[in-house]
């Protein structure tokens, strides 16, 4: 049963602290799209690659996040440093652009970050 | 820039019964996509039913369906025989298919429960 793979699932740390969290797409997708999920802002696009290349990452405070994809079953998101505004569900998504995109995405469970 | 608007914040309706949930968009774009997407209690963002925007054809899911009018710029989903399951969250998300600014743009959510 192909699904994305977030993890980790839940994270609580503290204010200053690096977070790292790891999505592994679905097999053989290659667009792969971190979204942040927060009750006031509902849900943003932080950035997006294809084929490993980040094409935008416009929606990420560039000073403390990065995205990036090591490979192609692997992409991460960091935040360094944390800060409690960074509180929120991040989502992985993963799709497969043949030639056309048409926006088919396929989201991981999400994880819970929380920072004190 | 796309926006997406969803009126209902809650529905809630009989276990068996029809439900509409509404849904608006506001673009200058002719080519575009849109979608439904669910979000259960378990978090994870679930592809429910997609609309190409050139196709006059409403798209249909087994009881899920969509009304989709162009001009008013309006794409309700209608679930029939709702179940329990269908409990969710529920977001509208429009998309345009351009490169390198390909994201979702979603609603703000319409929760719905299914009453037994």
């Known amino acids: 049963d192909a699904r994305v793979t977030q993890t980790p699932r839940h994270k609580v740390t503290e204010m200053g602290q690096e977070v790292t969290m790891r999505c592994q797409p679905i097999?053989?997708?290659?667009?792969v799209f971190w979204y942040r999920q927060t009750m006031m802002q509902g849900l943003e696009l932080l950035a997006y690659?294809?084929?490993?290349?980040?094409?935008?990452d416009s929606g990420m405070p560039k000073d403390r996040f990065s995205a990036e994809m090591p490979d192609a079953t692997l992409a991460t998101l960091k935040i360094q440093p944390s800060e409690p505004r960074d509180s929120a569900v991040y989502f992985c998504?993963?799709?497969?652009?043949?030639?056309?995109?048409?926006?088919?995405?396929?989201f991981g469970e999400g994880s819970r970050l929380t920072v004190l | 820039a796309q926006t997406v608007t969803q009126s209902q914040p809650e529905m809630s309706v009989q276990e068996a019964e029809t439900v509409t949930l509404s849904c608006t968009y506001d673009t200058s774009e002719s080519n575009y996509y849109l979608f439904w997407y669910k979000q259960p209690p378990s978090r994870q963002m679930i592809l429910v039913i997609r609309?190409?925007?050139?196709?006059?054809q409403n798209a249909t899911e087994n009881r899920f369906s969509v009304n989709f009018q162009k001009a008013a710029k309006s794409f309700s989903l209608k679930i029939s025989d709702s179940q329990l399951g269908d409990t969710a969250m529920y977001f509208c998300?429009?998309?345009?298919?351009?490169?390198?600014?390909?994201?979702?743009?979603f609603g703000t959510g319409t929760r719905l429960t299914i009453i037994p």
């Open positions: 609309q190409e925007a050139y196709k006059q």
């Open positions: 998504a993963s799709g497969l652009e043949r030639g056309s995109w048409t926006g088919e995405l396929f």
């Open positions: 097999l053989g997708h290659n667009t």
């Open positions: 998300a429009f998309m345009k298919p351009d490169f390198g600014n390909e994201k979702l743009t």
């Open positions: 690659f294809r084929n490993r290349a980040p094409l935008d």
